[in-house]
């Protein structure tokens, strides 16, 4: 879900061309669920191998990564540990959508509704024990560390950009500089022409970045504050949030009244919440306390034979974009050992 802060922060607009040199520590989660959710066939069913396993967050994650790595972005991926016990419901409420999303799905392809059929398959996706281990593979082959968060992958990445350990974290949600990211990177795995979720129109996605400071400082509050507007509106971890409370309000109350104990209008409904767990969560979280962040040479080779000969990719396809990285790289007149050093 994430939490809805759209309308209070607004991110500058970038490029992949200008984050060059930047070290990003990637939601992994997020984007594969982004990729299984938008890389798929004509009637809305995903990318498979020759032995019936989807393959679409494969395609995501190697295309997208060699775009980013020709471009000079060094990407580490954190994935999820166990989630915190907080977050049960919101957990549940996703299987639940995803399952009538799937109804919805079979139904459309029973009718021959192709339009309708594609709507729905965006929200079917299910990330399974298999495309984690494929994402780690396919990452090792592209020389791309990636880190096992002990609970919310979100949390220790942007405690990896609060250490300085990378420059900004990606992600599609804000939650990010809730957990005191300096700075978010949204649409970076996803740039480009992409259809809106049960919507026939399609939008070009840019990149944007949002700066934790400077966002407080256009606000006039604090993180803490920040977290609490989250709250009223609704996290992982209280997903339906506060009654009638958008950002705007949100962020008068906090604003007007410092915190949530003192906001007169919601002191009935905060009692049915345990706010302070939830700012714990955002603001002492379960992260990787160290972090080795190497990058490697790819393995051309390696990337081939899993891809292709493993994965029925097209051998053509994956080689002309290995050239393309190695083209960058010959352009620029940079050895690997400088640029993965």
């Known amino acids: 879900m994430g939490v809805n802060l759209r309308e209070i922060v607004k991110p500058r607009k970038t490029t992949l061309e200008q984050l060059s040199g930047r070290t990003v520590a990637v939601d992994a989660y997020n984007a594969l669920y982004q990729f299984l959710s938008i890389i798929r066939g004509e009637s809305g069913e995903p990318l498979m191998d020759r032995e019936g396993k989807i393959t679409s967050h494969l395609s995501g994650l190697f295309y997208r990564n060699v775009n980013l790595l020709s471009l000079g972005i060094r990407p580490v991926y954190v994935l999820d540990g166990k989630p915190p016990e907080m977050k049960t419901i919101e957990i549940q409420r996703r299987k639940a959508a995803r399952q009538e999303a799937v109804v919805m799905y079979e139904r459309a392809l029973e009718r021959g509704d192709i339009v309708e059929a594609k709507k729905y398959a965006q929200a079917t996706s299910v990330l399974k024990d298999y495309m984690i281990d494929d994402t780690k593979r396919i990452l090792t082959l592209l020389g791309i560390p990636y880190i096992d968060a002990p609970s919310e992958g979100e949390a220790t990445a942007a405690h990896l950009c609060s250490m300085g350990l990378v420059s900004d974290v990606a992600s599609q949600d804000y939650d990010s500089i809730l957990f005191g990211a300096k700075r978010l990177i949204r649409n970076l795995t996803i740039s480009g022409r992409r259809k809106l979720p049960y919507k026939n129109v399609f939008v070009t996605l840019e990149p944007e970045e949002v700066e934790l400071h400077a966002v407080l400082e256009e606000l006039g509050i604090t993180r803490e504050q920040l977290i609490d507007i989250g709250i009223l509106l609704g996290t992982d971890f209280n997903p339906d949030g506060f009654a009638k409370i958008g950002p705007k309000t949100a962020l008068k109350y906090i604003k007007t009244y410092g915190k949530l104990e003192k906001v007169a209008p919601i002191q009935d409904e905060l009692k049915k919440i345990d706010y302070n767990a939830i700012r714990e969560i955002f603001l002492h979280p379960k992260v990787s306390q160290s972090a080795d962040i190497k990058w ?46």
């Open 296 to 341: 490697d040479h790819p393995d051309p080779k390696g990337i081939v034979d899993f891809l292709c000969s493993e994965k029925d990719f097209s051998e053509d396809r994956v080689k002309n974009s290995l050239q393309k990285l190695e083209k960058r790289e010959e352009s620029k007149s940079e050895s690997l050992e400088k640029w993965f050093s």
